[in-house]
Nanobody
Framework: EVQLQASGGGLVQAGGSLRLTCAAS????????IGWFRQAPGKEREDVSC????????YYTPSVKGRFTFISDNAKNTVYLQMNSLKPEDTAVYYC????????????????WGKGTLVTVSS
């Protein structure tokens, strides 16, 4: 059974940092696209960052580029989202998700979702 467990959310002041962790079980993160998504109150779920199963450069949504970093640790079968210079508009529930395929598929293209972790950025 594929399971994704996201953790690491919390309350942080604007300008601060958090590192989210997504531990995967039931499949290997290498060879499958895996990504981070978020949903702010009253808004649709959106892509944050994703990396294909073949590795290479991660995709970042423009609003987080330069501030967030996708980190993959194949030995631990875990991925991370390092979030720096956080802004109040980054407040959301963050999810990790994976697909059975090699390429990132966006919100509607992912097959497996973990429970989210809440990130709150105060101004």
């Amino acid at each position: 059974e594929v399971q994704l467990q996201a953790s690491g959310g919390g309350l942080v002041q604007a300008g601060g940092s958090l590192r989210l962790t997504c531990a995967a079980s039931g499949f290997t993160v290498s060879g499958h696209a895996i990504g981070w998504f978020r949903q702010a109150p009253g808004k649709e779920r959106e892509d944050v960052s994703c990396i294909s199963g073949s590795g290479g450069s991660a995709y970042y949504t423009p609003s987080v580029k330069g501030r967030f970093t996708f980190i993959s640790d194949n030995a631990k079968n875990t991925v991370y989202l390092q979030m720096n210079s956080l802004k109040p508009e980054d407040t959301a529930v963050y999810y990790c998700a994976a697909t059975r395929y090699n390429e990132c598929g966006g919100v509607y293209g992912m097959d497996y979702w973990g429970k989210g972790t809440l990130v709150t950025v105060s101004s």
